[in-house]
């Protein structure tokens, strides 16, 4: 179990987007919880949980995560079949308001118009002709990034979180939060192939894939007689040393950041002319970088890509990139029209 949460939790995607206040990640704290629940009314405990905190757990699932909708749904499946059909229900009437309570608020959001909601979800599927990303392109990206989040390799990290499902004791969690978590890569594949963070609760099948590894290869050493009283501290000191050195190794995001924040700060020291509204700059072109944000942040302007200090207007300047710093470049455009 510890080796679990270690290679779950210690790993390089929950530090850097562990702390990030989205759907992805705000929604695993309430699957772990449902699943800890489902878990005692197994062992039996199931009369000393309470009907209303199912229901509200269900209930935050709903409201934090569009994936803790799917989670619910397929956890209440698993009750049904195990004939828990009044919990099921619960689960299922607590997911439903959690739903409802998120419907309405995204219609008074939107102002009771749908549309740009309606077309965001369409871009993150790719339907139509909408930046369409293939499921190939989108596995292939996720494989860097899940090696870039998990001490357990590239392509390994979707088979060690499989490992819980041929464990009667972690079976079902690992069954639905790994159908989950898949299903809404597939699903929203345009989203997965852009957006490093999109297989985050894989975190918590990883988690049991590796305790059940883990206990199994004790079990296994145990029954070859010999030095078997040693196998359970050989085999965690072994792992823990090798997820710390993984761990170790920063990854692009936080290279990313750093290099970014220099940037940013690079930015901030510039004397920018006064009344210039946009940060001009260079190595944007006309569409979005890393950078940007950062260069928002710093520079207290909206960026704008341009083609070259002639689309600049004369008297503001435009922002470069040289040898991995920022320069100020004048303006060689149109004087800037000043407002009486």
């Given at each position: 179990a510890a080796l679990g949460v270690l290679a779950g939790f210690g790993s390089r995607m929950f530090y850097v987007f562990g702390a990030v206040a989205e759907p992805h990640i705000m929604g695993l704290a309430a699957m772990a919880g449902l699943a800890l629940l489902w878990q005692r009314m197994r062992d039996g405990g199931g009369a000393a949980v309470a009907w209303w905190v199912t229901a509200l757990v269900a209930w935050l699932l709903a409201v934090t995560s569009w994936q803790g909708v799917v989670f619910a749904g397929l956890v209440s499946v698993g009750l049904f079949l195990e004939h828990r059909r009044t919990t099921a229900f619960i689960v299922l009437a607590g997911t439903g308001i959690g739903v409802l309570c998120s419907g309405l608020w995204i219609v008074w959001a939107y102002g009771g118009n749908l549309q740009d909601f309606l077309g965001r979800a369409l871009l993150r599927t790719g339907a139509g002709a909408i930046d369409q990303i293939s499921i190939p392109m989108m596995i292939r990206n996720q494989m860097h990034w899940l090696h870039e989040g998990f001490p357990v390799g590239r392509w390994l990290v979707v088979p060690v979180a499989a490992l819980g499902c041929f464990d009667r004791r972690t079976r079902p969690y690992s069954i639905v939060s790994l159908a989950t978590v898949l299903a809404y890569a597939v699903v929203f594949k345009n989203a997965a192939g852009e957006h490093s963070y999109w297989l985050y609760n894989l975190i918590f099948p990883v988690a049991l894939g590796v305790a059940a590894l883990s206990d199994a290869a004790t079990r296994w050493w145990r029954g070859r007689g010999g030095l078997s009283e040693f196998a359970p501290a050989t085999i965690g000191s072994a792992l823990t040393v090798l997820f710390a050195i993984s761990l170790w190794r920063p990854s692009d995001d936080q290279r990313q950041n750093e290099y970014a924040a220099v940037?940013?700060?690079?930015?901030?020291?510039?004397?920018?002319?006064?009344?210039?509204?946009?940060?001009?700059?260079?190595?944007?072109?006309?569409?979005?970088?890393?950078?940007?944000?950062?260069?928002?942040?710093?520079?207290?302007r909206e960026p704008m890509g341009v083609a070259g200090p002639d689309s600049v207007p004369r008297g503001e300047i435009v922002l470069r990139l040289v040898d991995g710093r920022l320069r100020a470049i004048p303006g060689q455009g149109p004087a800037a029209h000043t407002p009486p």
């Open positions: 940037v940013g700060a690079e930015a901030r020291a510039i004397e920018w002319p006064p009344g210039q509204r946009y940060a001009w700059n260079l190595f944007g072109g006309l569409g979005p970088t890393d950078l940007l944000p950062w260069l928002r942040f710093y520079a207290r």
